[in-house]
Structure formats: C-alpha cells, structure tokens
C-alpha cells in the first residue's frame, strides 16, 4: 500500500516498470523526501486519500523540474526526451486527479503548470511562492486571495508573487498546515522575505 512518504520512490518504480523510453533513465539513487506531496497529503481536502495526492503532486514537480529545473528521479535524458517526459508526467498527475474525482484540484494543477509555463517564458520570479500556493490550495482550498493572486501573477503585476505567499501562509495556518508549508518552502530552497 502507498503511503505518502514514499510517494517519489514509488513513482520511480512506476516509471521503470512501464518499460518506455522514460525507463532507463530512472535514477537508482534513493530519491529525497516529497515535501510538496506531504503538504498535499496533510490537508483536510486530501484526507480520503493523502499517499494519491502526493503522489499527484510529485508526479507533477517532477514534470516541472524537467521542463525548468534539476528532476530528482529521472537522469542523463536529453533535451527533447526531457520535455516530453515532462509533459508526460504532467498529464499523468492531471489524470490521476481525474481518477480522484477532483475537479477543484484538476483546475488548481491546470493553472500551475500554465502560470509556471508563463512564468519561465516570460523570465519573471514567482515560480515557488506559485508551487506553495497551488499545493496549499490542493491541500486545503482556494481561497479568493489566492484565486487573486493568481490572477495578479498572470497579468505580470510585480507583487504577484508575494500576495500567493501570503494567501499560502494564511490558508496553511487556518488548516493546521503552517509546519507541512514550512518544510516544503525549505526543501524547494524557498526564504520568504
């Protein structure tokens, strides 16, 4: 059974028993904690099923990280495999969300991964406040300031990023979540100002 601290390794043992292309690239390393897919896990909207949320979660980062970043499980993947492994595991969170039957969270992944998109193309800083936001609200709701802030973020106002830390901190604290956000901010090397 799939509990949610092992929500990364068990998503590398998916990726290397599906035999694809994706396959020999799975690292052997033991993969770090899934910080971000805790924080989904600790919240009152995931409680019916909290590994499958992590899960979700960082199947979805790990799809980040290879289209922007360093990914934690798949290694030595070109340029062009790379981007479309991380589409492929884009579309596997959503779709296990759909399993979930989660609609609220579908739209909250759905906004991630575009507003990240926009973010990186248009060379602007806000992608961590957004990863905190967003897993916040999958974890515990959004509320309007979040729904606001993405909003800022979208149209490129200058305080978007700091408005989605806000609404993160202030729905983690009001969802018992403040220490789960914390830990996640500090594994993802994020410092609020």
Do not use: C, N
Request: aromatic fraction near 4%; avoid cysteine.
């Amino acid at each position: 059974m799939l509990v949610a601290e092992q929500a990364l390794r068990a998503l590398a043992e998916q990726l290397r028993e599906e035999d694809s292309v994706i396959s020999p690239h799975v690292s052997g390393r033991d993969p770090e904690p899934p910080a971000l897919g805790l924080l989904a896990a600790a919240g009152p909207r995931t409680r019916e099923d909290p590994a499958g949320y992590a899960l979700v979660i960082e199947t979805t980062r790990e799809g980040y990280l290879l289209h922007y970043g360093r990914p934690r499980i798949l290694e030595g993947a070109d340029t062009d495999l790379a981007l479309l492994a991380g589409d492929y595991l884009y579309a596997r969170g959503l779709e296990r969300l759909a399993a979930l039957g989660d609609l609220e969270a579908i739209r909250e992944l759905a906004d991630l991964i575009s507003l990240s998109a926009q973010i990186h193309v248009e060379y602007r800083g806000g992608a961590d406040e957004l990863w905190l936001a967003s897993v916040t609200a999958v974890a515990a709701g959004p509320d309007a300031a979040h729904q606001e802030a993405k909003s800022a973020l979208r149209r490129g106002d200058d305080d978007a990023p700091r408005a989605l830390w806000e609404a993160a901190a202030r729905s983690a604290r009001a969802a018992d979540l403040g220490p789960s956000l914390e830990r996640a901010a500090e594994a993802i090397g994020f410092q609020p100002q």
